[in-house]
């Protein structure tokens, strides 16, 4: 009997014991370091434009502090105006990769021999701040100001290259594979929305519109303006934003089957 006693007290030490265990109090930290970056066009210092989701820059840190084979920490993307910021880091040395409508910074060969790495290893602690300098495909601007009649905006819109056609062949050609439709020119957009952020990601789809070209059927009109009008009929009295961007039949990262666009300045328009 004693015997079933000592044993019965054993086990309720032993669950007493496990349950304080339980309702430990985490005394581990929580993340509190802060990355700010931005991404500009190396050479006009101007930053690169985007969308504010997974088509526009995609920004993925790899924390190298806890050694080889380890994970990334999980993606997130750029602002619109080319900038980002992650608030809840922990402290430790970070390889830092930014992915978008650029010659990518990291460029190897089918084989997985390195061709370029322009990504940044760096320790995050406090405020820590980067800057990448890339080499964007395609620069869009509106030219002029837009017109609107009767709850249609028109716009005039000119693509110009960011990179010339050598040097895009010269950095994505040894990567393999190797098209000369990736160059191409395959569709502008015009997104109007009610949002400052006006993207792919905030349009409204009743009023945006695009042009699609097949094959190398825009390169005559590389550095022409083209024209191009909203969809539907805009409510009168409203105050939009519109924002033109344009691509080309180019992945990046290679493979993923995301063809990121390059964007013009957001453009605020009163309907009358």
């Not at 006009?44 to 502090?65: A, F, H, K, W, Y």
């Not at 502008?188 to 070209?213: C, H, M, P």
């Not at 390169?219 to 083209?226: A, F, M, R, T």
């Not at 990046?252 to 300045?265: C, I, L, M, Q, V």
């Amino acid at each position: 009997m004693k015997k079933i006693l000592l044993h019965t007290l054993a086990c309720c030490a032993s669950l007493a014991l496990c349950s304080c265990e339980l309702f430990e109090v985490d005394n581990y930290e929580a993340p509190g370091e802060t990355l700010r970056g931005e991404v500009v066009d190396k050479a006009t210092g101007n930053p690169v434009l985007t969308d504010q989701g997974s088509e526009g820059i995609r920004v993925r840190l790899t924390e190298l502090s806890w050694g080889p084979n380890v994970q990334p920490n999980p993606d997130f993307y750029c602002r619109p105006d080319g900038t980002f910021q992650n608030t809840k880091l922990f402290k430790g040395t970070y390889l830092i990769e930014v992915d978008g409508p650029f010659i990518p910074l990291i460029r190897e060969t089918e084989e997985g021999i390195p061709l370029a790495d322009e990504s940044k290893e760096m320790e995050i602690k406090g405020v820590t701040e980067v800057r990448f300098e890339v080499e964007p495909f395609l620069n869009v601007e509106f030219v002029g100001d837009p017109m609107v009649s009767n709850g249609k905006i028109t716009a005039r819109v000119r693509v110009t290259r960011g990179v010339s056609e050598e040097i895009f062949r010269e950095k994505i050609e040894p990567m393999g594979s190797y098209d000369d439709s990736f160059q191409n020119v395959t569709d502008i957009q015009l997104f109007v929305s009610y949002s400052s952020t006006v993207g792919y990601r905030a349009r409204d789809e009743r009023w945006s519109n695009k042009i699609e070209y097949s094959g190398s059927e825009f390169e005559s009109l590389l550095g022409e303006p083209v024209t191009i009008k909203s969809l539907g009929t805009i409510p009168s009295g409203r105050k939009v934003f519109i924002r033109a961007a344009a691509r080309i039949n180019y992945d990046t990262p290679k493979g993923s089957g995301t063809r990121r666009w390059n964007y013009s300045e957001p453009v605020e328009v009163m309907i009358p």
